[in-house]
């Protein structure tokens, strides 16, 4: 990799951090806290409502509905709503849907959203279901304290955040297997791959940004063009963030982009390694990068967690399409084999949970986030320079 577009992919990341930070927090700062007597408003329902408790949690833009679990809404349905707002939280806002101004399309995909839902529930126990859900769906289950303590302690919480760590996991993982079929049937199947999960998740935006950066993945493994796959990665983050500035304090988009970023940056230098060897190396790189992140995050980090990853990552992507064909064709043998597999990731999960000598109780400030990215980004440029003279 050339100093020159090394220096300028830095520069201008750098300077587009920057500066949609600036717009972010002093021009249209999005997040600004709102506390009303009453507060009325109107819109259509994007993102798909989460339970969080005994609460239905509806996310009307910068307001967040928390209401009774019935009736239940979807995305597409334009509802009307009023209360009395805290803190951005409206609690058992007066609600009536306007079915005049739905969007039809966004209500189709989400009757089949409801209906996978739906049949995942009889055929898997938990907390296989809820793993599954939230591998296929970016689903925000409520997750019991102890799983959620046991996710961190181990390492493991980007598997169940939004799914853009998961689509780029994914689409590395694919590729190991599909490739050896030929590029037309890997170009064919990731695609339909990507393609699936964006249906699948309902149009969630998250899930829409991580696979638009999955298809500049796969544009990038196979077209060889990594140079020019990683202009493309800056320029669609960079779309991404004119049109939506708050994005860059989204943790979804934070992982879904750093993942592809690395995996793209590699790529060309791994290629001459096994294929084993090509995925540990990718693992561990990926997770040294979004590192930083899960600290700054959850205010911890854990000393296993690439061991951890490394154990379990190569079963997200089984777990994801076995999920996925359950809910379409259900059947016994696929049933076994995605319970199996979960039971599996749990156990791994359990076992490195247990060990809290090794959970360092550390948030990192944005100071040091920045500090720990130029001396990774320092590390980085002199092991590709190793890695390009050694397959020369």
Not at 88 to 103: D, G, H, Q, R, T
Request: charged share 10%.
């Amino acid at each position: 990799m050339e100093r020159s577009f090394f220096i300028s992919i830095l520069f201008i990341a750098t300077i587009s951090v920057i500066g949609c930070y600036r717009v972010y927090g002093f021009i249209i700062n999005p997040q600004r806290i709102l506390n009303l007597d009453f507060y009325s408003s109107e819109g259509l329902i994007l993102n798909p409502p989460y339970d969080k408790g005994s609460l239905q949690n509806v996310e009307m833009g910068q307001v967040t509905l928390r209401t009774a679990a019935y009736p239940q809404y979807v995305p597409g349905q334009y509802i009307k709503f009023s209360g009395k707002i805290l803190h951005n939280v409206i609690y058992y806002p007066k609600i009536s849907e306007l079915p005049e101004k739905s969007n039809r399309w966004l209500l189709l995909i989400s009757m089949f959203r409801v209906g996978v839902i739906n049949r995942l529930r009889k055929v898997l126990p938990e907390p296989a279901y809820s793993l599954v859900l939230g591998t296929i769906l970016g689903y925000k289950s409520n997750w019991p304290e102890s799983y959620r303590s046991a996710f961190i302690s181990s390492g493991t919480t980007h598997v169940i955040v939004a799914s853009g760590y998961n689509v780029s996991i994914l689409i590395a993982i694919w590729s190991f297997f599909a490739i050896r079929f030929g590029y037309r049937f890997y170009i064919f199947g990731s695609l339909i791959l990507i393609l699936g999960f964006i249906f699948m998740t309902g149009i969630d935006p998250p899930i829409v940004r991580a696979s638009i950066m999955g298809i500049i993945n796969v544009y990038a493994l196979i077209r060889g063009e990594y140079k020019v796959s990683l202009y493309i990665l800056v320029f669609v983050a960079l779309v991404m963030l004119a049109f939506n500035p708050s994005f860059i304090l989204d943790i979804g988009f934070q992982l879904s982009f750093t993942a592809t970023f690395i995996i793209i940056l590699l790529a060309p230098y791994v290629n001459f390694l096994r294929p084993l060897a090509s995925q540990v190396m990718l693992v561990v790189f990926i997770n040294l990068a979004i590192l930083p992140i899960v600290s700054y995050y959850f205010g911890q980090v854990s000393l296993f967690s690439i061991v951890a990853n490394l154990l379990v990552l190569w079963v997200v992507p089984v777990i994801t399409v076995g999920g996925i064909l359950l809910a379409l064709f259900p059947n016994v043998i696929l049933q076994v084999i995605v319970i199996a597999l979960s039971d599996y990731f749990f156990i791994i999960q359990d076992y490195f949970s247990q060990f809290e000598f090794a959970v360092i109780q550390y948030r990192l400030s944005l100071v040091g986030v920045v500090i720990y990215y130029v001396i990774f980004s320092l590390v980085l440029k002199f092991l590709l320079r190793y890695l390009n003279e050694k397959s020369d």
